[in-house]
Protein backbone atom coordinates (compact mmCIF):
# COMPACT_ATOMS: atom_id res chain seq x y z
CA UNK A 1 0.00 0.00 0.00
CA UNK A 2 1.38 2.98 -0.88
CA UNK A 3 -0.36 5.30 1.99
CA UNK A 4 1.15 2.99 4.28
CA UNK A 5 4.85 2.87 2.61
CA UNK A 6 4.59 6.48 2.75
CA UNK A 7 3.72 6.59 6.41
CA UNK A 8 6.41 4.50 7.60
CA UNK A 9 8.88 7.06 5.69
CA UNK A 10 7.74 9.76 7.47
CA UNK A 11 10.29 11.26 9.99
CA UNK A 12 10.12 14.15 12.27
CA UNK A 13 13.53 15.67 11.00
CA UNK A 14 11.66 18.85 10.29
CA UNK A 15 10.02 19.01 13.40
CA UNK A 16 12.78 18.50 15.57
CA UNK A 17 15.23 21.08 13.09
CA UNK A 18 12.24 23.61 13.95
CA UNK A 19 12.30 23.22 17.68
CA UNK A 20 16.05 23.25 17.40
CA UNK A 21 16.44 19.67 18.70
CA UNK A 22 13.66 20.09 21.82
CA UNK A 23 12.39 16.82 22.54
CA UNK A 24 9.72 18.43 24.43
CA UNK A 25 8.75 20.21 21.22
CA UNK A 26 8.51 17.31 19.40
CA UNK A 27 6.64 15.69 22.07
CA UNK A 28 4.09 18.29 22.52
CA UNK A 29 3.30 18.40 18.79
CA UNK A 30 2.59 14.76 18.69
CA UNK A 31 0.06 14.88 21.31
CA UNK A 32 -1.43 17.96 19.99
CA UNK A 33 -1.59 15.97 16.68
CA UNK A 34 -3.11 13.06 18.17
CA UNK A 35 -5.64 15.06 20.25
CA UNK A 36 -6.39 17.38 17.61
CA UNK A 37 -6.89 15.93 14.32
CA UNK A 38 -9.19 13.10 14.76
CA UNK A 39 -11.24 16.51 15.84
CA UNK A 40 -10.86 18.50 12.91
CA UNK A 41 -11.83 15.53 10.54
CA UNK A 42 -14.82 14.68 12.31
CA UNK A 43 -15.78 18.26 11.94
CA UNK A 44 -15.09 17.95 8.42
CA UNK A 45 -16.86 14.77 8.09
CA UNK A 46 -19.85 16.53 10.26
CA UNK A 47 -19.92 19.79 7.73
CA UNK A 48 -19.60 17.22 4.34
CA UNK A 49 -22.72 15.61 5.98
CA UNK A 50 -25.04 18.39 6.47
CA UNK A 51 -23.38 20.37 2.93
CA UNK A 52 -22.32 23.36 5.09
CA UNK A 53 -19.73 24.35 2.99
CA UNK A 54 -18.46 27.52 5.59
CA UNK A 55 -17.98 24.79 8.43
CA UNK A 56 -16.51 22.76 5.84
CA UNK A 57 -13.73 25.28 4.93
CA UNK A 58 -13.14 25.92 8.89
CA UNK A 59 -12.34 22.44 9.67
CA UNK A 60 -9.98 21.66 6.49
CA UNK A 61 -8.19 25.26 7.59
CA UNK A 62 -7.65 23.63 11.08
CA UNK A 63 -6.69 19.79 9.94
CA UNK A 64 -3.84 21.84 7.12
CA UNK A 65 -2.48 22.93 10.95
CA UNK A 66 -2.35 19.96 12.03
CA UNK A 67 -0.47 18.45 9.12
CA UNK A 68 2.05 22.26 8.97
CA UNK A 69 5.01 20.26 10.54
CA UNK A 70 4.56 16.72 8.90
CA UNK A 71 5.90 15.64 5.50
CA UNK A 72 3.05 13.48 4.39
CA UNK A 73 2.59 14.69 0.66
CA UNK A 74 -0.57 12.53 0.19
CA UNK A 75 -2.63 13.99 2.98
CA UNK A 76 -1.93 17.22 2.42
CA UNK A 77 -3.15 16.32 -1.46
CA UNK A 78 -6.19 14.87 -0.04
CA UNK A 79 -6.90 17.87 2.01
CA UNK A 80 -6.29 20.20 -0.53
CA UNK A 81 -8.44 18.13 -3.09
CA UNK A 82 -11.38 18.62 -0.52
CA UNK A 83 -10.65 22.43 0.24
CA UNK A 84 -11.05 22.62 -4.04
CA UNK A 85 -13.92 20.05 -3.50
CA UNK A 86 -16.33 22.23 -1.91
CA UNK A 87 -15.65 25.48 -4.36
CA UNK A 88 -16.49 23.29 -7.31
CA UNK A 89 -19.18 21.29 -5.64
CA UNK A 90 -18.97 18.48 -7.73
CA UNK A 91 -19.85 14.20 -7.20
CA UNK A 92 -20.86 14.47 -3.45
CA UNK A 93 -19.91 10.69 -3.82
CA UNK A 94 -15.93 11.57 -4.60
CA UNK A 95 -16.39 13.75 -1.71
CA UNK A 96 -17.53 10.87 0.71
CA UNK A 97 -14.21 8.83 -1.03
CA UNK A 98 -11.95 11.69 -0.18
CA UNK A 99 -12.88 12.07 3.59
CA UNK A 100 -12.72 8.59 3.93
CA UNK A 101 -9.33 8.47 2.62
CA UNK A 102 -8.44 11.09 5.03
CA UNK A 103 -9.57 9.15 8.15
CA UNK A 104 -7.69 6.02 6.76
CA UNK A 105 -4.50 8.37 6.83
CA UNK A 106 -5.20 10.66 10.27
CA UNK A 107 -5.56 7.45 11.95
CA UNK A 108 -2.79 5.96 10.56
CA UNK A 109 -0.29 9.17 11.44
CA UNK A 110 -2.10 8.74 14.36
CA UNK A 111 -1.08 5.28 15.36
CA UNK A 112 2.29 5.87 14.23
CA UNK A 113 2.90 8.93 16.37
CA UNK A 114 1.31 7.24 19.70
CA UNK A 115 4.22 4.59 18.88
CA UNK A 116 6.88 7.24 18.61
CA UNK A 117 5.82 8.49 22.08
CA UNK A 118 5.56 4.83 23.61
CA UNK A 119 9.27 4.02 22.26
CA UNK A 120 10.31 7.72 23.17
CA UNK A 121 8.90 6.95 27.23
CA UNK A 122 10.63 3.71 26.50
CA UNK A 123 13.67 5.38 25.98
CA UNK A 124 13.76 7.80 28.52
CA UNK A 125 12.65 5.57 31.59
Wanted: hydrophobic share 35%; aromatic share 8%; charged share 30%.
Amino acid sequence: NDNRDEIDRIDLEYLRNLSGGSQQFVIQYLQTFISQAPKSLEQIEKACTEGSTVDLSKAIEKLKQDFIYIDYQSAKEIIAKIDAFQVEHSNQENLKQMVLLLREMVQAMTRKFKSILEENQVSEG
